[in-house]
């Protein structure tokens, strides 16, 4: 949950997923602050406090389509 607070200044909490704008009880639609309380949270082969690691099998991507590009020495 989000907690935002309207330019009227009511607060009220949304979910992460809202799918349509939110409105305060007295009809005000303008949001003045965002407050997630809490830290993001990433999930790969990153370390940190906002992270949980997770090792992930290297990929291959292929941007050249006519074959793999020579650096020039």
Same mark, same amino acid.
């Given at each position: 949950?989000? !907690?935002?607070?309207? @330019? +009227? ?5 949304? &979910?992460? #997923?809202? /799918? !349509? /704008?939110?409105? +305060? !009880? +007295?009809?005000? *639609?303008?949001?003045?602050?965002? #407050?997630?309380? *809490?830290?993001? *949270?990433?999930?790969?082969?990153? %370390?940190?406090? +906002?992270?949980?690691? =997770? !090792? %992930?099998? $290297? ?5 050249? $389509? /006519? &074959? $793999? %590009? @020579? %650096? =020039?020495?």
């Amino acid at each position: 949950m989000i !907690a935002i607070t309207y @330019k +009227c200044g009511h607060t009220a909490m949304v &979910g992460d #997923n809202v /799918s !349509a /704008s939110p409105v +305060c !009880a +007295c009809g005000e *639609r303008q949001v003045t602050m965002v #407050n997630p309380r *809490r830290m993001p *949270r990433f999930t790969g082969t990153v %370390l940190g406090p +906002c992270a949980d690691y =997770k !090792a %992930l099998e $290297p990929g291959t991507v292929d941007v050249a $389509p /006519s &074959g $793999p %590009l @020579k %650096l =020039k020495e």
